[in-house]
């Protein structure tokens, strides 16, 4: 129970990724990491400095500033940066619209990789990751390595879903779509490297995805 397990799990929103890495991370018992949130915690913190959408340096200077802590268990998230519990607020359509600003930074993502890495080695490798460039550079020595895919259609619909009446859906559409647009200029989140695994979860249950994935670290020779 003790030897190093690291799951890393890319993919495009809505695609299923922090559904099937809380519950690999349940099953497993292991840490879980939604590194998305620690950028959505910068956006937020951005917003709420008045900020505007151009300042890079200012996104920059708020992310070397930041205390971000974020809870690592499953069942329980937590999210705050400087003091804030922000584990609802992140989650907020003026955020999720803002957070591309953040993510398309390249130093930010250089600065928030370091804390990524450093959550990882803090839980003993034993923890799923999930996000954008984990299987490729946050963590492309990972264990097992997925990148989830699903029809864009199926996406929006879950994103909708998950939001409710907050939002109408020309602004979940572009919450997904161009969201993805905008962050794989800085990101590769779309297309498999070498050793990475594809699962397409557009007509597929969450423990299917799961079942898949446990077969995977089933599969993992005993030595690694």
Do not use: C
């Not at 998305?36 to 505007?52: D, H, I, N, P, T």
């Not at 409710?164 to 993805?180: F, H, K, L, M, P």
């Amino acid at each position: 129970m003790n030897q190093s397990l690291v799951i890393a799990i890319d993919g495009p929103s809505g695609s299923g990724k922090s559904t099937t890495a809380r519950l690999l991370a349940e099953k497993l018992h292991l840490g879980y990491l939604d590194t998305g949130a620690m950028y959505r915690a910068v956006a937020w913190e951005y917003l709420r400095s008045g900020g505007v959408a151009d300042d890079a340096e200012a996104i920059v200077q708020i992310t070397r500033d930041a205390d971000i802590r974020i809870s690592t268990h499953p069942d329980a998230p937590l999210v705050k940066i400087n003091g804030h519990d922000v584990t609802a607020a992140i989650r907020e359509p003026q955020v999720s619209a803002s957070v591309s600003i953040v993510a398309t930074n390249n130093e930010v993502r250089r600065i928030l990789t370091k804390r990524m890495r450093e959550t990882i080695a803090a839980h003993n490798r034993r923890i799923v990751v999930e996000g954008r460039d984990i299987t490729t550079v946050v963590a492309p020595d990972a264990d097992v390595r997925i990148l989830l895919v699903a029809d864009p259609a199926a996406r929006v619909a879950r994103r909708a879903a998950e939001l409710g009446e907050r939002v109408d859906q020309s602004a979940v559409t572009d919450q997904v779509i161009r969201r993805d647009r905008d962050d794989s200029t800085v990101s590769n989140f779309t297309d498999a490297t070498e050793g990475v695994v594809v699962i397409d979860s557009t007509f597929q249950l969450p423990d299917a995805v799961v079942e898949q994935v446990l077969r995977l670290v089933d599969s993992l020779p005993a030595d690694r």
